[in-house]
């Protein structure tokens, strides 16, 4: 069988070197067997293929010196059935048609999320798989015609119907030159009485004979040939020879030699067309191995006995159509064995025709591929748990899930996973299959050092131990478990197997166990992405409704009353007249105005929302006329729009508007102006010190009794919500310059 653990030279073809990486990187994490490289062009990926032995080629279609289609097509025509997958972002009905048309493997779009490297690499390792699967039975299937023997099928005339090139070899002729001849001219005259005398009868009595005979080639030199005759119920004659001239272990040789047919690696069976139902004149003992019938109950059937109740009727039809054009053909059918089990079985047929091309025989092959088809299953059930661990809301969702599919999926009837705990430093169980109860009563708890489970956890690679009982870091040494599996989660814990009976994990199960723990580790993840996310919603909730309480708090229940004193300071001067009205009103102003600051501050979110171009000049010119600026001037040196919230902005522009009039005097210069990734206000107060530049943004800051410190406070906020940056420096005048960077802008 073909090692599915061997390593996987992928090529991968796209014009964006910074995607191509990246996928490398997922699908090389994705399975370990992967190492891909990365071309940036058909022409690169062609040079590739020449110097590199590549396992499969996944390409774009969309590529400036030839697209996916073209790029497949050379592909095809140099390298034949190399597997191909395109992978692009630009899928049409069209494109899959041409694909398809062309040869390709798989056709596969890119999608969002990084959920599809799975997916591809899964793709991938199908086709591989399949591909060395394929080879490996073409070697097969080549045995016979490319064997060292020579094998040759003669008709009851004596005549040559089949003969390979080994054989043909052996005399000096041409195969073709060589059919429908008589087996006479390879023998000396002298020696032919003694094949009708000896041989032949000898054949006819037990059905077939073994023995040394002088081959004549075809420039009339002789060679000792060891000589096997098997005769068919047909009476035709399977003949295999081999020249031992040279050899000193005849008798061994002779024994190979009587054994070739018999031995071949796969089943091999031999059928007789123009009888009726085609069937079945010889079996080899593979093919009897194979379906566990004996030679007598085989012989004369047809091959449809082998099939049953899960028997699909698609590829018996495919079989019977190729035998009807007389052509070869190859599927993949269930079957079942004498005794009923049911098994997979890669069947090829191919014709034997004689001189004149007429069919007279056809040669079937069949190899038994339940393993491989398992295997296939269990990547398939693989890939499909995804969407089921993916939806998980819970970490011990997720480990349910994963027992249940190591159970269901991959055959591991006792299993459990453990998470560890942070806090105590454990590996603690949270969910096992009912099986594993009947080896442990309790499911054990792991700490630091103490037992094969900690140490695997530590180094992060899987492992199956043979025989738990011969290693030193054994957990329990009662234990019933003879042989376990780990299968590290990452950070997150571990999933473990276990099992009565010595190895029983094999490196089979090692893999596709990687494949399960890797989107097990990958659910977790995300449900810890989704468990802080939701915890953080909780929190902003809270914090929403506290604030809700406070700017309920500031906008009613201190409103209320202040609007209260402003009345009974009307109705108090109405009827007296003092200088302390003034100052009260005065004081009932900058409440008023701590207030609206206040609530401005609670209010306006860390975050903005809508945003859209904004032209500067207008905006500075509307917020000068909303400020009292009093002799106050205001120029405007910017030809810019930002992408900002206009509402917010207009808070920013006002405050700093409102921050230079109050502290740079009545006739101050206010300048708003442009840098190069922002702007900036100025203005030729007196300046602000700078052992003071970094406390002026802190709420309820001020140097001026006018001012309620918290207009830079709300600057700051602003500059904060949209991801900008501020800061404090000396106008060109010597007074205040704020520098706001870090602004996108969009163009006028």
């Known amino acids: 069988m073909t090692d599915i653990t061997e390593a996987m030279c992928i090529l991968h073809v796209d014009d964006e070197p910074g995607f191509a990486d990246m996928t490398a990187s997922f699908l090389e994490r994705e399975d370990d067997r992967l190492d891909v490289q990365v071309a940036t062009s058909a022409a690169a990926g062609l040079e590739a293929l020449a110097d590199t032995d590549i396992d499969c080629v996944i390409s774009d279609y969309d590529m400036p010196d030839r697209n996916g289609i073209q790029f497949l097509e050379a592909v095809r025509e140099e390298y034949g059935s190399l597997p191909f997958i395109l992978y692009t972002g630009k899928g049409s009905e069209e494109i899959a048609s041409d694909a398809i048309s062309a040869g390709v493997t798989e056709y596969l779009q890119k999608q969002s999320g990084t959920d599809q490297y799975a997916v591809l690499a899964n793709r991938i390792t199908n086709a591989v798989e399949s591909q060395r699967v394929k080879r490996e039975r073409n070697r097969q299937l080549d ?43 390879l023998y000396r005259e002298a020696d032919i009485p003694r094949i009708y005398d000896e041989i032949l009868p000898a054949t006819e009595e037990t ?18 040939e060891d000589h096997v005759l098997a005769r068919t119920d047909r009476g035709e004659l399977v003949c295999t020879v081999r020249d031992i001239s040279d050899q000193r272990d005849g008798e061994k040789e002779l024994s190979r030699i009587k054994r070739a047919m018999d031995e071949a690696p796969i089943g091999i069976t031999i059928t007789s067309p123009e009888q009726d139902e085609n069937p079945i004149s010889y079996a080899n003992r593979q093919f009897l ?43 993949e059918l269930r079957n079942y064995r004498k005794d009923g089990t049911m098994f997979w079985n890669q069947v090829s047929i191919a014709p034997v025709r004689d001189d004149d091309g007429a069919v007279v025989n056809y040669v079937g092959f069949q190899q038994d591929i339940t393993e491989w088809k398992e295997h296939e299953r269990r990547l398939k059930a693989l890939s499909e748990s995804v969407h089921d661990l993916i939806r998980a809301d819970t970490r011990e969702e997720v480990a349910e899930i994963g027992v249940e599919t190591a159970r269901t999926v991959l055959g591991l009837e006792a299993n459990t996973i453990h998470f560890y705990d942070e806090d105590n430093r454990t590996l603690e169980p949270v969910a096992a299959s ?84 890797g989107h097990v580790t990958s659910a977790l993840k995300q449900v810890e992405g989704t468990e802080q996310l939701r915890h953080h919603q909780q929190e902003l909730e809270q914090h929403n409704d506290r604030l809700e309480a406070f700017t309920s708090v500031v906008s009613h229940d201190l409103r209320n009353p202040l609007t209260v004193a402003e009345g009974r300071l009307q109705l108090a001067r109405e009827e007296y007249e003092s200088e302390h009205l003034a100052a009260i009103e005065r004081a009932h102003e900058r409440m008023d105005t701590l207030i609206t600051d206040l609530l ?38 910017v030809d810019r729009a930002v992408l900002a919230n206009e509402s917010r902005l207009k808070q920013l522009f006002e405050n700093l508007v409102r921050n230079a009039v109050e502290h740079g005097g009545a006739d101050v210069t206010v300048t708003v102006g442009a840098v190069d990734d922002g702007f900036y206000v100025a203005d030729d107060g007196p300046g602000i010190p700078e052992a003071d530049r970094d406390t002026v943004f802190e709420a309820g800051y001020s140097t001026s009794t006018a001012g309620t410190g918290f207009g830079l406070s709300i600057v700051r906020q602003v500059v904060e919500a949209h991801g900008w940056e501020i800061s404090v420096h000396d106008s060109a005048d010597g007074g205040a310059r704020f520098e706001i960077t870090g602004v996108s802008f969009d163009e006028m």
Request: charged residues 25%; contains cysteine; aromatic residues 8%.
């Open 143 to 185: 045995a016979i015609e490319t064997a060292q023997e020579g094998i040759s099928i003669l008709d009851q005339d004596g005549k040559f119907i089949f003969v390979n090139e080994a054989y043909a070899d052996l005399y000096g002729y041409e195969p073709a030159e060589m059919r429908g001849k008589h087996w006479e001219q």
């Open 207 to 224: 059905g077939y004979w073994t023995g040394t005979t002088t081959g004549l080639r075809a420039d009339g030199s002789t060679f000792t």
């Open 289 to 331: 191995e194979l379906t566990g019938y004996t030679e007598s109950e085989v012989l004369g059937r047809n091959c449809r006995f082998l099939q049953g109740e899960e028997t699909k009727s698609e590829p018996v039809d495919v079989m019977r159509a190729a035998i009807d054009a007389d052509e070869p053909v190859s599927v």
């Open 434 to 517: 009912d099986a594993i109860y009947d080896l442990v009563d309790d499911l054990p708890t792991f700490t630091p050092g103490d037992s094969i489970a900690w140490r695997v956890y530590e180094c992060g690679d899987a492992l199956a131990v043979d025989d738990v009982h011969a290693d030193p870091d054994i957990y329990n040494p009662d234990t019933l478990i003879k042989s376990e599996l780990y299968l590290p989660l990452g950070e997150h814990g571990i999933l473990l197997a276990g099992s009565e009976t010595a190895a029983a994990f094999d490196q089979r199960d090692v893999v596709l166990g990687e494949i399960l723990a």
């Open 600 to 637: 401005t501050l609670a209010q306006d979110g860390e975050t903005v929302a809508d945003r859209e171009p904004v032209a500067l000049t207008p905006l500075v010119e509307d917020c000068w006329t909303n400020v009292e600026t009093a002799d106050a001037t205001l120029v405007t040196d």
